[in-house]
């Protein structure tokens, strides 16, 4: 099972640059990007562990096959529902919710196994698919990041 605490702790590294921006890269800030990962984390997580494991059921989806042999996720192609849209909060504020989603990660952990969560696109994921499905999403938002603080006009 993959352990998300590297992508989480890559992510912290990058709240002194929450306000940078480069709208040819993306059209919102680092923290945006920061606040989103983790608001992904807590509300998969929350699903999941609210998840009926006797109505899992695996089925074989393409995309994420493709997606997870790949371990990457095409840039401008997403859209996030509105519960992970971030408020854009204070840089202080970061460190609450990297508890509370550290916190999360904790509850998945000792989650069951069929435990699940149903994704608009890769169908339903179980506990070993959501770790999966949100390192991927994390380290792609970190690609992100990376890419807007060393660029080199920051607009």
Known sequence: M????????????????????????????????????????????????????????????????????QNKFPRGKGKAPDSVIPKQIEKTDF???????????????KAERNQFFLHPVFGNLSKKNTFIMLDIHTRHHTQIIKDIISSASVY
């Not at 993306?26 to 929350?46: A, C, F, R, T, Y």
């Open 95 to 109: 460190e609450t919710l990297f508890a509370a989603t550290r916190e999360a990660i904790e509850r998945l952990k």
């Open 2 to 69: 993959r352990n998300l605490e590297y992508p989480l702790s890559e992510l912290y590294t990058y709240i002194p640059h929450s306000d940078k921006i480069n709208k040819s890269i993306s059209e919102v800030d680092v923290g945006w990007h920061i606040e989103h990962s983790l608001l992904v984390i807590i509300k998969i997580i929350e699903t999941v562990c609210k998840s009926d494991p006797a109505k899992y059921k695996w089925k074989f989806n393409f995309i994420r096959t493709i997606v997870f042999f």
